[in-house]
């Protein structure tokens, strides 16, 4: 590790070198993003199903009622995987498709049971690990109207129990376990801001509320598998955390280094200092304990662990997963105690972005390689050198048209698994890279808007096909180099890609299942295309008309 030193500013330079060997290289997927079959084969409801269907919650009205319909197709994405020479593959458990009012004890759906199954023995039988997440998002409605969900915390039990199952069932052949993905999105986007489902807005308590009980339940499962599973079934269990760097805007100003700090304390330090070190991050009790007695409130609105509950989450993570896409420069910013309860106000810092940063699809999504070096950095110091696996990276597109040549994927992918690299030189103990995502999704409030896939998945047609796009060579050199050999090689991927990538283009026009196609594809991806060259020669046009 002594080849780098990472304070120092060197955001720019690349370099060439591979990982260690058996390093593990994978793309991710989750339940509700992929497998459509909403109502198929005994499912009972999620929250998403039912938040998605009510108007107005995701853009254009979309649903993931029938996504990719990768409950069907797996053997075909297995196929695909099987192409990238991939050594692991994650995805999620339903968890009403196996439970379908939530609780063992009224039903256990085998039909649910069957799908994970042949999925995880075809995995297996093509030399695929399979790396399950037990909950990427999808509670059964049922105890969302029953008890509340998240906010209630019988939830610990009834998520124990359904994670038993899964070890009962699976585990077996399973041998990596994430307990929860992202539970910052679950809690602030669930229950501060209501974007996602169940779509609360309990303002500046829910949030912490949701979050105690997720941190608990992850304990009692780790529990659970440690004294029942373990010894027999010989696995780990991971939680995959997101989180994004905070860079102070200037480094020279204690506030700003301060409030840099703090952002990533409420972010990744919520989950991961209870879960390694027993309690929440002094600050987060600080500064929500302060604000909650200036509002006049007898107790902070950040729940308190009991002695006896910090030695029990304490040391809960046999590995860490680590979701990481985007950077934000910090600086300090009061907010008074009038402004009200929040989770962004208790924080005291606004978020700040650099213009010239790409920021090719998603809103909050801009470009930021150098960043992802100094999370991890930040993970080895303040966690003791945990492992690691990165659950987690990618980018997405926003187009009009149909574009399978994604350059600016294949940038992002080289930069940040370039810094990546640099962070396994620097001694942080990272396992394994998971491109986020396999296949384009339904991507929660964006609905299908938004692309994250390796592969394009043409939701107009009803057979849902997929189509490479170039970044799926370009990381398949990654693997097959397990890094970046020499500047030679590496230059020479992006044109090969590109090569192959207009050929697919071609294909996706004249998509092999056109027989199956509605008639609104055939008519609209050309026509929108060809708008869209139209209206840029215009805009050209006028843009060097207006400078002469
Ligand atoms: C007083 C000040 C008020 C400020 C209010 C600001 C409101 C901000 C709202 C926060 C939006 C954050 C969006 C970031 C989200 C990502 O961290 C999250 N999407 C990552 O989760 C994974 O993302 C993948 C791509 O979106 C997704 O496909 C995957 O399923 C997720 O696990």
């Known amino acids: 590790g002594g080849d780098f030193d990472w304070t120092k500013n060197e955001k720019t330079s690349f370099y060439y070198g591979t990982f260690p060997t058996g390093f593990s290289w994978g793309v991710g997927s989750s339940a509700y993003q992929t497998e459509g079959a909403w109502n198929t084969d005994g499912k009972g409801m999620s929250i998403w199903d039912v938040f998605a269907h009510k108007k107005g919650k995701i853009s254009s009205n979309e649903t993931g009622d029938s996504s990719c319909e990768g409950y069907y197709k797996f053997k075909d994405d297995i196929n695909l995987m099987k192409e990238m020479k991939l050594s692991h593959y994650r995805f999620s458990v339903s968890w009403p ?202 107790a902070s609105r950040l729940p308190v662990f009991s002695p006896q509950e910090k030695s029990y989450v304490r040391g809960t993570v046999d590995f860490l997963g680590l979701g990481h896409y985007t950077t934000r420069y910090v600086t300090q910013k009061n907010y008074p105690s009038g402004f009200g309860d929040s989770y962004f106000a208790d924080r005291d810092l606004a978020e700040l972005v650099d213009p010239k940063w790409p920021d090719p699809g998603s809103e909050w999504l801009y470009s930021v390689p150098w960043g992802f070096r100094r999370l991890l950095n930040f993970v080895k110091a303040q966690y003791g050198n945990p492992m690691i696996y990165v659950t987690e990276n990618g980018v997405s597109e926003k187009m009009l048209c149909t574009d399978l040549c994604d350059d600016w994927r294949m940038q992002y992918f080289r930069e940040y698994i370039n810094e990546l690299l640099k962070a396994v030189r620097d001694g942080v103990n990272v396992k394994g890279y998971t491109a986020w995502s396999l296949l384009d999704g339904f991507e929660w409030d964006e609905g299908f808007s938004e692309r994250f896939g390796l592969y394009f998945v ?91």
Request: net charge positive; hydrophobic share 40%; glycine share 8%.
């Open 97 to 298: 498709r196996i439970l379908p009012s939530g609780l063992r004890s009224e039903h256990v759906n085998e039909k649910g049971i069957r799908y994970y199954s042949d999925l995880i023995d075809l995995l297996l039988d093509s030399k695929i690990t399979p790396v399950v997440t037990l909950y990427h998002w999808d509670l059964p409605q049922v105890l969302q109207e029953k008890y509340g969900g998240w906010q209630n915390a019988s939830m610990v039990g009834y998520f124990n129990e359904f994670a038993n199952l899964c070890f009962e069932r699976f585990g077996n052949r399973v041998k990596l376990w994430i307990t929860f993905n992202n539970p910052w999105s679950i809690s602030v986007e669930g229950y501060e801001t209501g974007e996602h489902a169940p779509g609360l807005r309990t303002r500046g308590s829910g949030a912490y509320k949701a979050a105690h009980h997720i941190i608990k339940a992850h304990a009692k499962v780790w529990h659970t598998y440690d004294m029942k599973w373990r010894s027999k079934q010989k696995g780990l269990i991971g939680i995959s955390l997101t989180a994004d760097w905070g860079e102070p805007v200037d480094v020279s100003n204690q506030r700003d280094v301060e409030a840099a700090e703090r952002y990533i304390h409420f972010y990744l330090g919520w989950f991961a200092t209870p879960l390694f070190h027993g309690d929440y991050p002094a600050v987060m009790k600080e500064y929500i304990g302060r604000k909650s007695g200036q509002q006049g409130l007898g």
């Open 458 to 548: 043409d939701f107009r047609n009803k057979n849902k096909p997929r189509f490479p796009k170039a970044s799926v060579q370009f990381y398949k050199r990654i693997i097959s180099s397990n890094g970046f050999p020499s500047q030679r090689e590496v230059e020479s991927w992006k044109r090969k890609a590109v090569e192959t990538c207009s050929s697919s283009n071609q294909l996706l026009a004249a998509d092999p299942l056109i027989g199956h196609m509605e008639m609104v594809t055939e008519i609209v991806v050309p026509t929108v295309c060809t708008l869209c060259i139209l209206l840029s020669a215009v805009f050209f046009m006028f843009l060097l008309r207006r400078r002469l």
